[in-house]
């Protein structure tokens, strides 16, 4: 199977599941980083399994463009969303604030320095 062959027979299904995996995202931009990187790798592809090859293409893709949306934090700014009674739930993932309580005072001194 040749790389043009390739996207003839699977680029509806890069699109349906990008669709699905980054709907809030720039699709069309997504879709061509797809290809992009497929044909990247189109050397080391072995030519079995074509739609896992490229559904796992997708979804490393949609995560990489998820985290990059994220806001990062210093520990310093953790530190310190943990006494403001302002703090945005929504961007803080609930298991680190948990972790971070439960550190003794102590500990939690020692992660803002």
């Not at 003839?8 to 990008?18: D, G, I, L």
């Given at each position: 199977?040749?790389?043009?062959?390739?996207?003839?027979?699977?680029?509806?299904?890069?699109?349906?599941?990008?669709?699905?995996?980054?709907?809030?995202?720039?699709?069309?931009?997504?879709?061509?980083?797809v290809?992009?990187?497929?044909?990247?790798?189109?050397?080391?592809?072995?030519g079995?399994?074509?739609?896992?090859?490229?559904?796992?293409?997708?979804?490393?893709?949609?995560?990489?463009?998820?985290?990059?949306?994220?806001?990062?934090?210093?520990?310093?700014?953790?530190?310190?969303?943990?006494?403001?009674?302002?703090?945005?739930?929504?961007?803080?993932?609930?298991?680190?604030?948990?972790?971070?309580?439960?550190?003794?005072p102590?500990?939690?001194?020692?992660?803002?320095?």
């Amino acid at each position: 199977m040749t790389f043009e062959e390739c996207y003839e027979q699977w680029h509806r299904f890069v699109r349906m599941r990008v669709a699905q995996q980054c709907p809030s995202i720039d699709r069309e931009d997504v879709e061509a980083t797809v290809w992009l990187k497929a044909l990247q790798g189109w050397e080391r592809f072995n030519g079995e399994h074509p739609m896992g090859w490229l559904g796992i293409i997708v979804r490393r893709e949609c995560i990489d463009r998820y985290r990059k949306r994220r806001p990062v934090y210093s520990i310093e700014e953790w530190m310190g969303t943990l006494q403001e009674p302002s703090v945005r739930w929504d961007v803080i993932d609930p298991a680190l604030v948990i972790a971070l309580r439960a550190l003794r005072p102590a500990q939690q001194r020692v992660l803002a320095l």
